[in-house]
């Protein structure tokens, strides 16, 4: 099956600077990638996802890369606040009609230094 | 007006007993999911249902037993509850479509069996 690795567990990094969290993943046939955060004891929430059809989506200050050859994928936060301070976990899966799973990474704690 | 809910938002349970979660959804997803996340923030799949269906079943002990009356619902019931079981317990949705669509996730359930 999938197997999703993640780095770092922890970052922390200075308000205003860029964080840049990266995933590698096992099975070729994965395509759909989405990066989901979490605060604390929320729920998880999709923040970005890429499509193995895509090198690379943008969204104001995320953005997500993806290097299907190495099997890796990373999410570049630029500009850090606080309020990005959380859990964040990537993941991947084959887009198969009524059989998706996502395989989670284990998840990099970030932490924003004001 | 949420769009994944379940109940109850704790649970605190001696071992032994059998508990039971519930989860709604709203957004006339066809798939839905549970996962469990552990102390280590760990999101791990443990069952799938399309369309009422079971898809995947995660080597999970079988006294978790998953039960989907309808589309929109999918209960979780676990017996003989033990400490390990402690977790926190999301139960999530999606289209399904095929095209590797984002989960919706519930607030989570977290169970502690003492």
């Known amino acids: 099956g999938e197997n999703v690795e993640q780095h770092p567990s922890t970052l922390s990094v200075q308000e205003g600077d860029s964080a840049v969290i990266k995933c590698t993943y096992s099975d070729s046939a994965s395509n759909y990638f989405p990066w989901y955060k979490q605060e604390l004891g929320k729920r998880p929430q999709l923040i970005i996802d890429i499509r193995s059809n895509v090198g690379e989506k943008k969204d104001q200050r995320i953005a997500v890369t993806l290097n299907k050859t190495a099997k890796h994928f990373s999410l570049h936060i630029t500009e850090t606040q606080p309020e990005d301070s959380a859990v964040y976990f990537c993941a991947a899966s084959k887009a198969n009609f009524g059989n998706e799973k996502l395989t989670f990474g284990t998840g990099t704690r970030l932490t924003i230094i004001p | 007006d949420t769009a994944v809910s379940q109940t109850p938002k704790y649970l605190v349970t001696q071992m032994g007993n059998d508990k039971s979660i519930k989860c709604e959804q709203n957004?006339?997803?066809?798939?839905m999911y549970w996962y469990k996340q552990d102390s280590k923030k760990f999101l791990k799949i443990m069952f799938s249902y399309n369309n009422k269906e079971l898809i995947i079943n995660e080597t999970v002990p079988n006294r978790f037993s998953p039960k989907s009356p309808d589309k929109a619902h999918l209960n979780l019931h676990i017996n003989s509850l033990e400490l390990g079981d402690s977790a926190v317990y999301f139960c999530?949705?999606?289209?399904?479509?095929?095209?590797?669509?984002?989960?919706?996730f519930g607030q989570g359930t977290r169970l502690t069996v003492v």
């Open positions: 957004l006339g997803h066809d798939t």
């Open positions: 999530a949705s999606s289209q399904g479509a095929g095209m590797g669509t984002e989960a919706f």
